[in-house]
C-alpha cells in the first residue's frame, strides 16, 4: 500500500492510501472509523481496483486543519484526491464520510462515476449533536478520551464496544481517533441545512443500511430513498452502523 498526499484548498495536506491496480475506487471512512477497518474491503476489491483510503482531517493521518473546523473543507479534501486520480472514480461513504462523498458528487459530478452510501447521518445534522460535541470537549479537555468515544458509539445504539464500533476494538484502541471525532461534530453541527440540500445528483447511487442500525441511521437512508427513488437499496444482514461483514459492501461494487 502506497501513501500519497494532495494539499487541499485552504493549505492542508491530505494523505491518503493507494493500493492496487485497475479503475480507481474511493473509500472515504467513516466518524470514529479506523483505516484498518476498511482493509478487508480494500482485500475484496484490489484484484479490480486501485483502492484508496482517505484519511480525512485528525484522523491520524492528516492533521485537523484550521479551527472551528468546517464541513467545506471536508470536501473539498476529497475532491482534491479525486483530481489525482486517472478519470472518475467509484465511490464509497460511510457515515460522515457518505456526507462528505455525496457533497463532492454534488460539487464536481465528472470525477465519480458512481457512489455507493452506507447510513449518512443527515437527520443528525445542525444542533441535534450540539450536546454531544460539548460533552466530548469536556472528555477530552480533562483527559479523558476515552469517555468521548464511548458517547459517540452510544450514538450506534449500544452501550458494548464490541456491538457497536468497529470489530476488534476497545476504548482505548479508539481514543487515538478523537480528534476527528471532534473535527466532525464541529461539521455537523454547523450543517443547517434541510434534506432537500442534497437532492440533484445524477450519479448512479446504491443506499446501504445495517439491519441491525439504529432509528436516526435508518430515517436518514429513508430520507435519502425519496430524493433518490431510482437509487439500488440494500439492508444489510445482521450489520449495525459499522458494517463488519465488508463482503457484503464489496458485492456493490463486484456484482
Same mark, same amino acid.
Given at each position: 500500500?502506497?501513501?500519497?498526499?494532495?494539499?487541499?484548498?485552504?493549505?492542508?495536506?491530505i494523505?491518503?492510501?493507494?493500493?492496487?491496480?485497475?479503475?480507481?475506487?474511493?473509500?472515504?471512512?467513516?466518524?470514529?472509523? /479506523?483505516?484498518?477497518?476498511y482493509?478487508?474491503?480494500?482485500?475484496? *476489491?484490489?484484484?479490480?481496483?486501485?483502492?484508496?483510503?482517505?484519511?480525512?482531517?485528525?484522523?491520524?493521518?492528516?492533521?485537523?486543519?484550521?479551527?472551528?473546523?468546517? &464541513?467545506?473543507?471536508?470536501?473539498?479534501?476529497?475532491?482534491?484526491?479525486?483530481?489525482?486520480?486517472?478519470?472518475?472514480?467509484?465511490? &464509497?461513504? %460511510?457515515? &460522515? =464520510?457518505?456526507?462528505?462523498?455525496?457533497?463532492a458528487?454534488?460539487?464536481?459530478?465528472?470525477?465519480?462515476?458512481?457512489?455507493?452510501?452506507?447510513?449518512?447521518?443527515?437527520v443528525?445534522? =445542525?444542533?441535534?449533536?450540539?450536546?454531544?460535541?460539548?460533552r466530548?470537549?469536556?472528555?477530552?479537555?480533562?483527559?479523558? /478520551?476515552?469517555?468521548?468515544?464511548?458517547?459517540?458509539?452510544?450514538?450506534?445504539?449500544? /452501550?458494548?464496544?464490541?456491538?457497536?464500533? /468497529?470489530?476488534?476494538?476497545?476504548? $482505548?484502541?479508539?481514543?487515538?481517533?478523537?480528534?476527528?471525532?471532534?473535527?466532525?461534530?464541529?461539521?455537523?453541527?454547523?450543517?443547517?441545512?434541510p434534506?432537500? %440540500?442534497?437532492? =440533484?445528483?445524477?450519479?448512479?447511487?446504491?443506499?446501504?443500511?445495517?439491519?441491525?442500525?439504529?432509528?436516526?441511521?435508518?430515517?436518514?437512508?429513508? $430520507?435519502?430513498?425519496? *430524493?433518490?427513488?431510482?437509487?439500488?437499496?440494500?439492508?444489510?444482514?445482521?450489520?449495525? %452502523? &459499522?458494517?463488519k461483514?465488508?463482503?457484503?459492501? $464489496?458485492?456493490?461494487?463486484?456484482?
Amino acid at each position: 500500500m502506497r501513501e500519497r498526499n494532495v494539499v487541499s484548498e485552504d493549505g492542508t495536506n491530505i494523505r491518503f492510501l493507494v493500493h492496487g491496480q485497475g479503475r480507481p475506487l474511493v473509500v472515504v471512512p467513516g466518524t470514529l472509523a /479506523p483505516l484498518e477497518m476498511y482493509l478487508p474491503l480494500v482485500r475484496l *476489491l484490489i484484484d479490480q481496483y486501485t483502492v484508496v483510503l482517505v484519511g480525512r482531517r485528525g484522523y491520524g493521518m492528516t492533521e485537523p486543519g484550521p479551527r472551528p473546523a468546517r &464541513f467545506e473543507r471536508q470536501v473539498e479534501d476529497l475532491v482534491a484526491v479525486l483530481r489525482e486520480l486517472p478519470g472518475p472514480a467509484l465511490l &464509497f461513504g %460511510h457515515s &460522515f =464520510g457518505g456526507l462528505v462523498g455525496l457533497s463532492a458528487a454534488l460539487a464536481d459530478p465528472a470525477r465519480i462515476a458512481g457512489i455507493a452510501l452506507y447510513e449518512p447521518p443527515i437527520v443528525l445534522l =445542525g444542533k441535534v449533536l450540539g450536546p454531544m460535541l460539548r460533552r466530548c470537549r469536556s472528555a477530552v479537555a480533562g483527559d479523558r /478520551p476515552q469517555d468521548a468515544v464511548r458517547l459517540a458509539l452510544a450514538l450506534s445504539g449500544s /452501550p458494548t464496544v464490541r456491538d457497536a464500533g /468497529p470489530a476488534d476494538t476497545t476504548l $482505548a484502541q479508539l481514543a487515538h481517533l478523537v480528534p476527528g471525532l471532534i473535527v466532525d461534530l464541529e461539521c455537523t453541527t454547523g450543517m443547517t441545512m434541510p434534506v432537500r %440540500h442534497w437532492a =440533484g445528483m445524477a450519479t448512479p447511487m446504491t443506499l446501504l443500511r445495517g439491519e441491525r442500525s439504529t432509528a436516526e441511521y435508518v430515517r436518514s437512508v429513508e $430520507a435519502l430513498r425519496t *430524493l433518490y427513488p431510482d437509487a439500488r437499496y440494500e439492508v444489510v444482514p445482521g450489520q449495525a %452502523h &459499522f458494517p463488519k461483514d465488508m463482503d457484503r459492501v $464489496a458485492r456493490v461494487f463486484t456484482a
